[in-house]
């Protein structure tokens, strides 16, 4: 039974030092709408790109992903499909509307407005 | 476009469940293979690598269950789901079950019958009118500031012409018609009314046509006829070819010219016209009404846009005025000098304001009768929730969070509720038609439509809800908020001393507040008492009634008086019979007429009749001083009159006024004779001054027969519907009644507030003894192990017995002091009804207090029993 302790390195991410965080609240939708905006891309791609280019410092829950997918494509931004992957498996691959890539285009603004706000009110006091 | 995807894919997901399940299923498998992949390429084994993955995506029901919380359409599915369990539940335990939903039925049934009654009689408006926002009620009032519902026709021409607030004002006034068309003739009452009556309320006919302008114009011109729909399928045998024939109305032909809408009965509630003839026939039909002076006419009017009642009140009242200066008007307190505008309404505004306070009192008691019910039944969930609290701890222990948990206990609280609705509206219906049956003089048409519509079934589904949400939420909410884990631990430990205290208020608030309703009872039932015993200043026993409309049978002056002279002569030859007479208002029926007499330069308004010889002989009013009437006073001899003792007093001279002249409508007239006061329209009035006037002078067509016998012998009545049929084949039979069936209309407003309190005070017993008896019966079994420890110890039964008991009497107490304190503030509001009962009356008070005390007895002795034969070694095993 002992041997069942597992190092807490390797159950989080991928082993890295930096600790993982959630997603900043708000910020899930965007991202998947970036990640899909270069290509169509099954649900675990998403999750592995997102961690990947944030060099493991957010870590998607699968529960938020698949919601937040569910919300995209009601909202009209994603559309989705049955396809192969390249292992061969059957997989939901999502691709962007032109009304996402709209919706992207508000979000990354927005975003950067409110980050060089912060940045900026940041830097006031220093 | 998002909307449409919303919907679209929403149906989708609804209509293929699981397909759309194994999709999603497919995805979370799809992140797990492909950790669990990632895992093994940095070498650790297929086993340790599906372990951790499954550590670090979670468990695949949690996923899915988030991932379908969202959209709308799993709301419906769960929603769905939780209807499904709470009927399951439900089910489980049927007798609970039902003795909830008969809980809440018996609540919701009470207020949703009052509310019933209040929607027939006051928001409902009047069945077959259009816009009835826009049209306006007109009231004269006098100078002495009384509100009359009637004007003149002068009044109403005048008005008609000048008025610039109503684009159109309209007039009606009652006639008894006796109509012939197929078969036997059927006496009805129907409505005198303007030719704009029916363009003004905007109602349309179901067959043929309503009046033309020009059939109103001139007197006598246009003998034309509009039928009820109800009185056209009963005495025309629904027959479309009689548009257009003649019938005899009142001995004359009339041609039918229309049938008006399906439920339109006229614009008084409760009192249904079945037919309209135009207002200028009425010299041929009623042809003793002074058309131009006497206030007979209702009228009503539709208002311009944006003209509010106010604004036509003042232009009215102005209008009224000036007629009756430029007419030079003597300025009697009868006089007329203003007018009050009321939005329509089937009831008169002066009528309106006491139904309403009536209906008022009885929505809340009604409403008090809810709470009592909904209070019982959150203690029963209460209780319930306790024995449930396991099930809802393993529910939760398997991830079903506390909304959702709060949702299905909702869900089945609502249902329960829902239930209860369905019950109580099936009693609503039950007791309108019970309570439309109420007895009511025979000659007033008086027809309640009580029964529910629409609106009352929203009404009582809203309210039942209301109260679920109220009563029920709060056990709801404590079950679910009470630590999960701690009732998993002790299931059967639940509850402490704090939820005995709320049970305990809860059931001290029920008993009180209906002994609040059963005290409100017994003091209607005391004033029904005190109505039937008082005195009305005449012998009511031994006397047989009938009224007579001799113009609605096409009869005239003389035919008249020689109809009720044999009539009168046959029916005094008759054994037993003592006295008969006639008089052209019965008392106590609800009515009066007034008159301004004149005397010494004063002018005093008194109300009057007109009688027969032998009248007060008839119903035994003693005679003070002077003389009753004699045939010798005829239509040549000198006026006289016969006054009660209040108008001598009035008059002055100490009361000694025999043999001073008054006039009396105009004419001198001389007092032969004072008789006592009696009471004369209402019991509860204050006795004005009455003045009998001999029919032999001023007539009036319509008399009431009135005859004492010496016997209780039943067949008279029979005898003398004999002897009117021998004088008058044509003639309908009369229906004969008592003095006190003819005069119980006055007490009706007793009589329906005794039945209805009492029923519901009756209703709120029951309610609360249950409440009592569970609360006992709960108390007891929780207490099992002390109950045994202490008789295994030794103490005696009775011990236990009077410990229980003492417990239920105790709140009892506590009850009693509470509820009758309330009623004595509740009871001050009814106090208009009561005839001087008190409303503080001791005797209902102390009574229902003892009748209380000992339902409680019973309900605590009960429990108590079992409690003290239950064996101590049992109770101790049990736990």
């Not at chain 2, 249950?770 to 011990?799: D, F, H, K, N, P």
Request: net charge positive; hydrophobic share 45%; glycine share 10%.
């Amino acid at each position: 039974m002992t041997d069942r302790i597992v190092d807490a390195s390797l159950v989080k991410g991928f082993g890295l030092d930096e600790p993982t965080t959630d997603v900043i609240q708000g910020t899930l939708d965007m991202l998947i709408l970036k990640t899909l905006s270069l290509e169509p891309m099954h649900g675990f791609g998403i999750a592995r790109r997102i961690e990947q280019i944030s060099k493991g410092v957010f870590k998607v829950n699968p529960g938020s992903l698949l919601t937040a997918f569910q919300r995209l494509e009601r909202a009209g931004y994603l559309d989705s499909e049955w396809h192969q992957t390249e292992n061969g498996r059957r997989a939901k691959f999502y691709t962007l509307t032109r009304p996402g890539r709209k919706q992207l285009d508000i979000e990354t603004a927005d975003w950067a407005r409110r980050v060089s706000a912060v940045t900026r009110l940041l830097k006031a006091d220093g | 476009m998002s909307l449409w995807r919303q919907l679209s894919r929403g149906l989708r997901v609804l209509a293929r469940r699981s397909e759309s399940d194994a999709d999603l299923d497919d995805e979370v498998r799809h992140f797990y293979e492909e950790t669990e992949k990632s895992y093994a390429a940095r070498g650790i084994s297929p086993a340790e690598a599906r372990r951790l993955a499954r550590i670090e995506i979670g468990d695949a029901t949690v996923i899915r269950e988030r991932v379908r919380d969202y959209g709308w359409e799993n709301l419906v599915g769960t929603i769905w789901a939780d209807l499904r369990l709470a009927t399951r539940m439900l089910r489980k335990t049927p007798v609970f079950t039902a003795v909830v939903v008969l809980v809440i039925s018996l609540g919701s049934g009470a207020v949703t019958t009052v509310f019933s009654a209040m929607n027939s009689l006051l928001l409902r408006p009047v069945p077959g009118v259009a816009d009835h926002g826009q049209l306006a009620a007109l009231q004269p009032i006098r100078s002495d500031g009384v509100l009359l519902q009637q004007g003149s026709y002068r009044e109403y021409a005048y008005l008609r012409e000048r008025s610039r607030t109503l684009a159109e004002i309209a007039a009606w006034g009652k006639v008894a018609l006796t109509i012939a068309g197929k078969g036997e003739g059927a006496t009805i009452w129907g409505n005198l009314v303007s030719g704009n009556y029916f363009d003004v309320l905007g109602a349309h006919p179901s067959l043929g046509r309503f009046f033309l302008a020009d059939e109103d114009r001139t007197p006598l011109a246009a003998p034309v006829i509009v039928v009820s729909y109800a009185f056209w399928r009963s005495h025309l045998a629904g027959d479309p070819s009689v548009v257009g024939r003649s019938v005899l109305v009142n001995g004359n032909p009339f041609t039918l010219i229309g049938v008006a809408g399906k439920d339109f009965h006229g614009t008084y509630t409760g009192i249904r016209a079945d037919a309209w003839v135009p207002l200028m026939m009425q010299p041929l039909l009623r042809p003793r009404a002074n058309l131009d002076a006497s206030s007979w006419l209702w009228m009503f009017g539709r208002m311009n846009d944006g003209i509010t009642t106010a604004a036509a009140q003042k232009e009215l009242g102005a209008l009224v005025s000036s007629r009756a200066e430029a007419e030079g008007e003597p300025r009697g307190p009868a006089g007329f000098r203003s007018m009050a505008v009321f939005p329509f309404s089937g009831l008169p505004g002066g009528e309106g304001v006491v139904i309403f306070r009536l209906i008022a009192v009885l929505l809340g008691t009604a409403t008090l009768v809810l709470i009592i019910a909904g209070v019982n039944v959150g203690a029963m969930l209460a209780a319930r929730s306790a024995t449930r609290g396991r099930e809802l701890a393993v529910r939760a222990a398997l991830g079903a969070g506390r909304t959702r948990l709060l949702r299905q206990l909702l869900t089945e609280i609502l249902l329960l509720f829902t239930l209860g609705a369905a019950g109580g509206f099936a009693f609503a219906v039950l007791a309108t038609a019970a309570l439309e049956q109420l007895p009511v003089p025979a000659n007033i048409p008086l027809q309640l439509e009580l029964s529910p519509d629409a609106r009352v079934m929203t009404f009582c589904l809203g309210t039942s809800l209301l109260a679920g949400l109220v009563f029920g939420l709060w056990p709801a909410l404590r079950v679910v908020r009470t630590d999960i884990t701690a009732r998993m631990r002790d299931g059967a430990q639940t509850g402490g001393s704090g939820r005995n205290l709320i049970g305990r208020t809860l059931i001290i608030g029920q008993l009180a507040l209906s002994l609040t309703l059963l005290v409100a009872a017994g003091l209607f039932v005391r004033a029904l008492q005190r109505g039937q015993q008082m005195d009305p200043g005449f012998t009511m026993s031994r006397v047989l009634t009938t009224t007579f409309e001799a113009e609605s049978w096409g009869y005239d002056e003389s035919r008249s008086r020689a109809f009720y002279g044999s009539l009168r002569d046959r029916v005094a030859a008759m054994p037993h019979v003592a006295a008969v007479s006639y008089t052209s208002r019965l008392p106590l029926t609800g009515g009066s007429s007034t008159e301004d007499i004149e005397f010494d330069g004063k002018t005093i308004n008194v109300q009057r009749s007109s009688v027969d010889t032998s009248y007060f002989a008839a119903l035994q009013i003693p005679l003070l001083q002077g003389r009753a009437f004699l045939v010798s006073d005829n239509a040549h001899s000198q006026r006289v009159a016969i006054v009660n003792q209040s108008l001598a007093r009035r008059l002055g001279l100490e009361g000694a006024v025999l043999g001073r002249t008054i006039t009396f409508l105009g004419k001198p007239t001389t007092i032969v004779g004072i008789v006592r006061d009696t009471k004369y329209a209402t019991l509860g009035e204050s006795t004005p001054p009455f003045a009998y006037l001999p029919l032999s002078q001023v007539w009036q067509p319509t008399q009431t027969l009135v005859v004492r016998s010496n016997d209780d012998s039943e067949w008279l009545g029979p005898a003398i519907q004999q002897v009117v049929i021998a004088l008058d084949p044509a003639l309908p039979r009369p229906k004969m009644s008592s003095m006190s069936e003819a005069t119980s209309i006055v007490l009706l407003p007793q009589r329906a507030a005794a039945i209805v309190t009492g029923a519901l005070g009756l209703i709120g017993l029951v309610l609360a003894t249950m409440g009592l008896y569970g609360t006992m019966a709960y108390s007891v079994q929780r207490r099992t192990r002390e109950i045994g420890i202490r008789v295994a110890l030794g103490a005696q039964r009775a011990t236990v017995l009077s410990m229980v008991v003492r417990e239920g009497m105790l709140l009892t107490g506590m009850a009693i002091v509470v509820g009758v304190f309330l009623a004595g503030i509740a009871s001050q509001l009814i106090e208009g009804f009561l005839f001087n009962v008190s409303p503080l009356d001791a005797a209902t008070y102390v009574g229902m207090s003892f009748a209380f005390l000992f339902v409680a007895f019973v309900a605590s002795y009960l429990p108590a029993r079992r409690a003290a034969l239950s064996d101590p070694l049992l109770a101790l095993r049990a736990e």
